[in-house]
């Protein structure tokens, strides 16, 4: 099956950043979209940031100006880059694959990695 295993997150001060990575078991490029998505506690996992085949990225707009996705399809590794972080961005981080089918999308998941900002 499809593995995909985050790495980066840690406890930074509000202001700070952090750089977010995603390995994945096979080429990304067999994956119509990757993605970051987050879910704080008590509250509902939301996309962050996803970037397509083609390259086309997407944000929240908490995020946007602040986060950065990106791809090196030769480490088959997705990355996040988080600058100027806030409290409210803490949540554990979520990397996803997706691929599209004629059924419906498939989606995997990485098992998360925690994201704290705090003073």
């Known amino acids: 099956q499809v593995q995909l295993v985050e790495s980066g997150g840690g406890l930074v001060q509000p202001g700070g950043s952090l750089r977010l990575s995603c390995a994945v078991s096979?080429?990304?490029?067999?994956?119509?979209?990757m993605g970051w998505y987050r879910q704080a506690p008590g509250k509902q996992r939301e996309l962050v940031a996803a970037?397509?085949?083609?390259?086309?990225?997407n944000y929240a707009d908490s995020v946007k100006g602040r986060f950065t996705i990106s791809r090196d399809n030769a480490k088959n590794t997705v990355y996040l880059q988080m600058n100027s972080l806030k409290p409210e961005d803490t949540a554990v981080y979520y990397c996803n694959a997706l691929k599209m089918r004629v059924t419906g999308r498939e989606d995997y998941w990485g098992r998360g990695t925690q994201v704290t900002v705090s003073s």
């Open positions: 970037i397509t085949g083609g390259g086309g990225t």
């Open positions: 096979e080429n990304i490029f067999n994956f119509n979209a």
